[in-house]
């Protein structure tokens, strides 16, 4: 089993010889990974197996990973027209 001081080293060289002039960490990336899942429509609770997470850390690990970003905005703003397109609203005047 590798522990944190080699996933982390590891991922620094790679980061070098890919010539990447970013700050990248192990959790950064586990971020964006969870991220991208839920952008794919992955459910919640799925993402939350595969990133082993347990019951008493879901809520709080969870909520850094369901911020809105644009792909999730722009999917937002699509499912909420298209439901609007659908409403058939009927306006009734009473005297």
């Given at each position: ?21 970013k700050?990248?960490s192990?959790?950064?990336l ?66």
């Open positions: 089993m590798i522990d944190k001081g080699g996933i982390q080293k590891a991922l620094k060289r790679v980061i070098g010889e890919c010539n990447i002039h700050s990248i192990p959790h950064n586990r971020h964006s990974y969870a991220t991208h899942l839920l952008e794919q429509r992955l459910d919640l609770r799925s993402v939350q197996t595969l990133l082993g997470l347990n019951i008493l850390n879901i809520l709080n690990i969870t909520a850094r990973y369901t911020r809105l970003t644009q792909i999730t905005r722009k999917n937002t703003i699509k499912a909420i027209n298209q439901l609007a397109d659908h409403l058939v609203l009927k306006w009734k005047c009473g005297t």
